[in-house]
């Protein structure tokens, strides 16, 4: 599509349920980010793909989250036993390169941890 | 420090105003710079890459010091429309891999 798409748009997850994020990003986009946004504006980085092999995890919290991008299917992201502070915005991007290639971002999913 | 920094603001501005914000990042190896503009819970959008000579776009004017390590970003004639947070973006690529440092954004009120 020529949109990045993420769904749901919003998701409540009680204190250690799963937590499951999905993310189709634009055809012919090569690259796959994940950010979250906690506070209204820090964008933390957790991950990249590049195509369906992990390019740069080094922001990924390593006991919870979990990420794939497997071939025709949306990329996903999973937060296993959630936390209340993993309330925020994720935000999946895709990029067709690196170098000066801007990143184009999905409307993001609100995940609410109760 | 941030590696990369910005004014918070709120910058309140009356319509038709010419407003700058400016960002500063720490790592001399970052390689492309972007401003994006994000609206109240929406998702950012790219305004402008900057580039090292300077670039413009409409009322959008964006500069980049590599020297101090300084990226800028002019709004000339505010609408009320130009009303967001702008996001200061830096990319370095290190062996391979591709590090988007967002700054916290600034925050633009344009009033009527």
């Known amino acids: 599509g020529e949109e990045v798409a993420q769904t749901p748009k919003h998701l409540v997850r009680g204190e250690g349920q799963k937590a499951k994020l999905y993310c189709a990003p634009i055809?012919?986009?090569?690259?796959v980010f994940w950010y979250q946004q906690v506070l209204k504006n820090e964008f933390k980085f957790l991950i990249s793909?590049?195509?369906?092999?992990?390019?740069?995890e080094t922001g990924m919290p390593k006991e919870r989250f979990s990420a794939k991008c497997l071939p025709n299917s949306p990329c996903s992201l999973e937060i296993q036993a959630t936390k209340l502070e993993d309330s925020a915005v994720y935000f999946c991007?895709?990029?067709?390169?690196?170098?000066?290639?801007?990143?184009?971002f999905g409307n993001g999913t609100r995940l609410t941890v109760t | 420090r941030k590696e990369v920094e910005q004014d918070p603001g709120p910058f309140n501005v009356p319509e038709g105003a010419t407003v700058a914000f400016n960002c500063t990042y720490s790592?001399?190896?970052?390689?492309?710079f972007f401003w994006y503009r994000q609206d109240c819970r929406k998702e950012p959008k790219l305004l402008m890459s900057?580039?090292?000579s300077g670039n413009e776009d409409g009322r959008f004017t964006a500069q980049l010091n590599r020297a101090s390590q300084y990226i800028s970003l002019l709004i000339r004639d505010s609408k009320l429309s130009d009303s967001a947070t702008y996001l200061c973006?830096?990319?370095?690529?290190?062996?391979?891999?591709?590090?988007?440092?967002f700054g916290s954004g600034t925050r633009l009120q344009v009033q009527p």
């Open positions: 973006v830096v990319n370095k690529e290190d062996t391979g891999r591709r590090a988007l440092t």
């Open positions: 793909f590049q195509n369906e092999n992990v390019f740069d």
């Open positions: 900057v580039y090292s």
């Open positions: 991007a895709s990029s067709p390169g690196l170098g000066g290639s801007p990143l184009h």
């Open positions: 790592n001399s190896a970052s390689q492309s």
């Open positions: 055809k012919g986009h090569s690259y």
